[in-house]
């Protein structure tokens, strides 16, 4: 494998799930990122993690829960959801997050669907 | 505050027509960071450049170009000769380069059609 993978590609989940979103990134780098991508909106920068260790949260409902076990590996937990957090969500990462100098490299997205 | 503006939302061309997408950008920083990306249908964004605020040079990549005029505060990205791969959605994007900064500001897109 190589780039950043993102599993599953498409979820669909009622408001009262628990369920994951998985990102690997085989690149070697040491930040890691996720944003939403909303018909219509600017894509949004949910989280930051640099070195494993959190550095960005965009004012992100608690509903959204990000786990970095190690530089390679990005997870966001969902739970109670609501429709309007359907949406594409991109993972994303880089050599380094400092002052977001160095470019990323995207997954393809997991589209999730929330009844 | 940071901000992005991508004021095209679609743009459609007939291929080896010349396009130019625009990009229009608000800081109150003096070092900041300008990049490119391309969304194609498969979903993930592809980088295509990055330009520095103390760089204006203009940039030249094959058929691709870009413009920076720090005075109108643009960084416009002009496809040449365009052709049907060319199609999907560009975004403009701009950091500031603070120490503390972990965030970045993407415009809203313009997608781009390259008609046969």
């Known amino acids: ?115 | 505050a940071q901000k992005v503006t991508q004021a095209q939302t679609e743009i459609s061309v007939v291929e080896k027509e010349d396009v130019t997408l625009d990009c229009v950008y608000e800081t109150r920083d003096t070092t900041y960071y300008l990049f490119w990306y391309k969304q194609p249908p498969s979903g993930e964004l592809v980088f295509l450049i990055r330009r520095n605020s103390f760089d204006e040079q203009n940039e030249i990549s094959g058929r691709y170009s870009w413009n920076f005029q720090k005075s109108t505060s643009s960084f416009n990205f002009t496809i040449t000769a365009s052709q049907v791969v060319d199609s999907a959605v560009y975004f403009c994007a701009l950091s500031e380069a603070q120490e503390n900064n972990n965030d970045m500001r993407f415009g809203a897109g313009t997608r781009l059609t390259v008609k046969p």
């Open chain 1, 1 to 115: 494998e190589t780039g950043v993978t993102q599993t599953p590609r498409h979820l669909v989940m009622g408001m009262t799930n628990k369920k994951s979103l998985k990102c690997e990134q085989h690149l070697g780098h040491n930040a890691m990122y996720w944003y939403k991508q909303s018909a219509k909106k600017p894509l949004e920068l949910m989280f930051v993690y640099n070195f494993k260790e959190q550095t960005e949260n965009n004012s992100v409902p608690s509903r959204f829960s990000p786990e970095c076990p190690n530089s390679s590996h990005l997870f966001l937990h969902l739970h109670t959801l609501q429709p309007e957090d359907s949406a594409l969500y991109l993972c994303a990462s880089s050599q380094e997050a400092a002052a977001m100098y160095y470019e990323q490299y995207f997954g393809p997205g997991t589209r999730l669907t929330v009844t």
